[in-house]
């Protein structure tokens, strides 16, 4: 296997934990965060000024990006978490915005558009580059399982079955008792800091980070994931964040053999289709490939679509 | 003579019939009142005939010609005018506003305006105001009005004393009356002041689970001895 | 002073973009993130008749009011109007992807570089102390002229009132015999128009490139919130509150936050009104 293909897994792998963890903002609890790229961001800038700054090892710098998307994730909830879904994803992608310009002006901090290059890497020092490659790879590739099971056994758990029924409808819950505002709380902190994880294997991974790599491209092809791959569907997101990359990845191959464009043109042209199968899976397989199962959705209201 | 002729109507929401076979007639100048127990699918003949409920099966003519064919649009067009229970302004425009859009697309707007003033002259001492600001009975008072406005022949009104005061009920339905009365309406009303709407109407039928129990004089329905228990659902 | 009247340019720029997003709001119920994709096919339709086909900027910016119309129109048709009655979260996902298709059809067919508007070089006058370039004087002067059409379009006209009954109450305004769907397509097509107008006063003020579209998307959404959603004055009063508070970030504190304000100024209103100005839940679809 190439190093090409391992590096597009490694990549994939990232996007399965942010797919994930969407997943369950969105497809278990309904949350709308657009913000994706801002808890990402930040923990990729954690991470980094924690290993490379104050020079603590990877796993310190994890634990620092972890830490940071909870409390960000903690102060974006606190603003709109209350709030109708609309606000939310306006605040979230607001937020985003924010972290970017923090990343592209604090220089002394992020290194700003230059970059912030990373040296620490997750993997012990001293292998040979392929064996570094596999390593990093197989590290991506145990978060995301990790990941994985972890969020499919809490949504099969009552726990999981009362996100669904926030999901449908809030104020059932609210009426039983349960405390709807904690539960979307805790969700969407647990979200974002599984979503700064991800920042942080991404960062040790690319090893040089700069603003651009958190965009709103990145939050579109993590949406397009958990739509595609079936909005409340763990393993769907698992699929839907594979598909994708391999779509965007794919693409690169396909439109490179057309001469004629430039490549600002070819990547427009990638952009333009990602966003395309969005919009055409929303409206004509709304429920994405691996639909949420019926059993597991609430007894008498028909699942969430997108 | 017969203005709304119904003929074995089937109607319901989707698939799923609640009206199950009625006839009904509403003749010009007539005020009709539809009562019965609450489920029995009264609100639902009314929005048959109005084109907002599915009609599944029979037939609805005005003045002969076939409403069942028609969008709800044509059919207020057609003469057969709804107002609904609730929902039934435009709360942000004021009442001026309400009326003048509920003439969409006529030419003589002020004309319609002044006639519904002079049938409703209460409406004109808050023309002005915003409707979502109004009292209770001065919101379906307003929404009388733009029903009025399409000048139809056939008033279909749903329970258009809901929320109001024991007072204000008898007062809009003397009000439903006497339009009948003077401008020669038919009105189809669906009252659950039975007695009340008894007493005004001249005609009545009792509607449970969807079928005519019991038809005929108002005032004299509301002598029966079973009356009462009509409304618990016990069929005689 | 000077501030203030940085403030009216940057409120100028953004307040017919703020209008049209607050009328499709009230129509349909759903924030349009899109709104900025609009705005940035105004200022490239603006660029191409004015830079690339020498028309003067005046007739050019009408130009682009139809575009604006035209591709928000087009938009509608193909992308919202087939998933109306989906949950707004639904179509504000949905605009946020036509979003990104648009701005890359855009980068498509002009490239990233940043382009500018062919206008005659005047010298900046100066009134009371304060200079005023000729550019923000038009801006502001189309701004307002647009402000208050489509004021007295909504408050005085029969269509502008049907467009207010539908917002208010579509199924009332079915009942009632309007015809819903064409008023609708009036709403889009104003608010296209708006979103193109907007457009051209940012490439008059400004450069204009692809990225356009999400530097201006939050702060035109932030207008409209601040503005209350609900009518096209309150979006001018939130969108001149928003050219305020970007003035004075990039006066007293520092010009590269100045993008961060519309979050702020949202995260603002929500800390004061946490009810959210949008309106209670209840009364939403």
Redesign the interface.
Known sequence: MDAYLVAILTVAGVYVVLALALNLQFGLT?L?N?GVVGFFGIGAYASGIATETLGLPFVGGLMVAILAGGVTGVGVAL??L??????L???T???A??AR?VF??EDWLTGGPRGFIIRTRPVMSGLSRDVTAWAVLGLVAAAALITFLVLRRLADAPYGRILRAIREDDLVPSTLGKNVFVYRLQVFVVGSAAMAAAGSLYAHYVQTITPDNFT??VA?LV?MAV?VGGAGNMLGSVLGALLVTVLYEGSRFVTAGISVL?A??I???R??L???V??LT??FR?MGILPESQRRASASVPP??? | MTLLAVRSLEAGYGRTSVVRGVDLDVAQGEMVALVGPNGAGKSTLLKAIAGVATILGGTATLDGADLVPLPAAARAKAGAVFMPQERNIFRTLSVAENLAVSAWGRRDVAQRRNDVVALLPAIGDYLHKRAGGLSGGQRQMVGLAMALMARPKLLLVDEPTAGLSPLLVGDMLDILRRLAEEAELGILIVEQNARAALQRAGRALVLVDGHVVRTGEAARLAEEPDFGALFFGETA | MQMLVDALASAAIIAPAAIGFTLIYTLFR??N?AAGGFVTVGAFAAWTLNAFFGLPIWLAGFGAMAAGALAFGLCDRL?FR??RG?????L???S???S??I???I??CF??QIRGFDLPLTGPIEIAGVRVTRETLAVVAASAAATLSVGLLLTATPVGRALRAVADNESLAQIRGLPVPRIEAVGVLIAGALFGLSGTLIGLDLTIDPNLN?AV??PI??AA?VGGLGSPLGAAIGAFGIGLAEEATATFL?P??K??V???A??LV??LR?Q?L?GD?VD?K
């Open positions: 309904g709308i657009f603003l709109s209350r709030l109708s879904g609309d606000f994803a306006i605040v992608l607001g937020f915005e924010t310009l592209n002006n709103t491209p579109i949406w739509i430039d600002e043109q990547s427009a042209l952009f333009i990602i966003g395309t969005l919009i929303i409206r709304p969430t679509t997108p | 759903y924030a993130f992308v087939p998933l989906r949950s707004g979260g639904t504000l996902l949905v946020i992807a036509l990104f298709v701005e890359n059809i980068r498509f490239g990233a999400w998307t939050i959404i932030a919130i520092t590269t936050y993008g961060a519309g979050f702020a949202i995260a929500l800390i946490p959210g949008l839940k939403r």
